[in-house]
């Protein structure tokens, strides 16, 4: 697999026809096509912000998983199905096989000190290698376990724990459990499905992969898409997505990375997709989570990182005053970074891992007070709530009605009015926390641990 906008030039260059779609990967996105389905009446006279009125920022990890470095194990797969693309004939005998538990613990544990949280992918049987609920061949049953332990419990309390589809290369036929016979691009992961297929077809694909992770002890609210899966079926790709986690995990509110966006001219904060059922009971969305950079670390395969400074640079710059996470956070946008794990490792000599390091510590330095680090279930339930809650202001100004189909913590809102009931005045937008508020002239920003169901708010 390439990187979302490698991948989308690459296959242009190629030639695929209708397999990669331009408008299924990276930049230029139409996702028009997706329904959105219900929404709620909300007053124009209150704004809801995001989160304490801060970005949320998060890093996304691709192509991770148990033990297996995927770069190593996937080149030759995909060189077979691909016999004429240049970026698969690199030399991957000579990576290693493995990306150690001891890197994934590094890793973390750095990670926890910054206040960084995000997605961290788990293959269920990563390039075919074995099956993560079951065993790993090159590896005892004692490491893999040690390794799942390792995920489970020191990873998974600050990352979503993704299944990035069964193999992340080969297709397999679900009746048999093994891979398509075929080798070509019309059977790999990538580009599957390479014809239109219904939603229970690829409900059945996702939650099998959800499945293997279920057995192995690993909490799911969401899934990642290998390279171009889905491209010709975006909307029931969404719909899958809803069904499938439900089916498995029973989450309230499934989420989805597929799309990244690039550009300062589209939004990168989530879209919510077939919504329905507000005013009932059990309501209904899937969120589609994007990211906002490309993978400017050390690339799908290890061996792709630059400068350490300009990579870097590319993120934020030293003195904090550009950059594409800059771009989003002067937005009040979702600010969410994308890599893929060898990419970080870099073959162990951590290029991409350094380059990692000093983006956060620029992030954090020079903005800090300007985005909370979360989770992509957080981010999700967030802005489920932001775009679905109902409200309205009673005909004197002073009441507000909040009528939440989804609860949500640290939920922020602004609208005009004196001191509210029940809150506490802090100095400075810096300091607002639920339960409290912020009043520049008339106008007041609030933040509450919004509840499920209805709220009113005296100001």
């Not at 030039?9 to 990669?20: I, K, N, Q």
């Not at 949320?56 to 016999?83: G, K, R």
Request: hydrophobic share 35%.
């Amino acid at each position: 697999m390439l990187d979302r906008r490698s991948f989308l030039r690459a296959s242009a260059a190629t030639s695929l026809g209708p397999l990669f779609p331009a408008t299924g990967y990276a930049r230029g996105i139409d996702m028009d096509a997706i329904p959105k389905g219900e929404r709620p009446v909300q007053d124009p006279d209150i704004t809801f912000l995001p989160p304490r009125g801060r970005s949320p920022a998060s890093f996304i990890i691709d192509d991770s998983t148990c033990l297996v470095n995927m770069a190593h194990y996937s080149m030759p797969q995909f060189a077979a199905a691909f016999p004429d693309r240049a970026d698969y004939k690199k030399p991957w005998q000579d990576w290693p096989r493995e990306i150690p538990d001891t890197f994934v613990r590094k890793f973390g544990e750095w990670c926890r000190t910054q206040g960084v949280k995000g997605k961290y992918s788990i293959v269920p049987y990563p390039a075919c290698v074995g099956w993560v609920d079951r065993f790993m061949p090159g590896w005892s049953k004692k490491q893999l376990q040690d390794s799942l332990t390792l995920v489970r419990d020191f990873m998974a309390p600050d990352w979503d724990i993704h299944s990035e589809m069964i193999s992340h290369t080969r297709v397999l036929d679900l009746k048999t459990g093994r891979p398509f016979p075929e080798i070509s691009r019309h059977t790999m992961e990538n580009s599957f499905p390479d014809k239109p297929v219904s939603v229970d077809h690829l409900t059945d694909y996702i939650a099998y992969s959800l499945q293997v992770l279920k057995n192995a002890g690993l909490h799911c609210d969401g899934f990642t898409t290998p390279g171009g899966f889905g491209n010709l079926v975006k909307s029931e790709l969404s719909l899958a997505a809803h069904q499938a986690v439900r089916s498995v995990y029973k989450t309230e509110i499934p989420h989805y990375f597929k799309y990244l966006h690039t550009d300062k001219t589209r939004s990168t904060d989530p879209h919510l997709e077939h919504v329905s059922g507000l005013n009932t009971s059990d309501p209904k969305c899937t969120v589609n989570i994007l990211a906002g950079t490309g993978d400017w670390f050390g690339g799908w395969d290890g061996v792709s990182a630059g400068d350490i400074n300009e990579s870097a640079d590319k993120f934020i710059t030293e003195d904090g005053k550009s950059g594409r996470m800059v771009e989003m956070i002067d937005r009040n946008e979702a600010a969410i970074m994308l890599c893929h794990w060898a990419g970080i490792y870099c073959n162990g000599d951590e290029t991409g891992f350094t380059i990692f390091k000093k983006a956060v510590e620029r992030i954090n330095h020079h903005h800090g007070d300007r985005i909370v680090w979360m989770k992509l279930t957080d981010i999700a339930r967030y802005y489920a709530a932001k775009e679905l809650t109902a409200s309205s202001l009673s005909p004197d100004k002073k009441t507000i009605t909040l009528n939440a189909p989804f609860a949500a913590p640290n939920f922020t809102l602004r609208v005009s009015g004196s001191a509210p009931a029940n809150f506490t005045r802090v100095t400075t937008l810096i300091d607002l926390k639920p339960g409290t508020f912020h009043q520049n002239n008339k106008t007041l920003t609030l933040c509450l641990d919004l509840p499920k169901g209805r709220t009113t708010i005296t100001v």
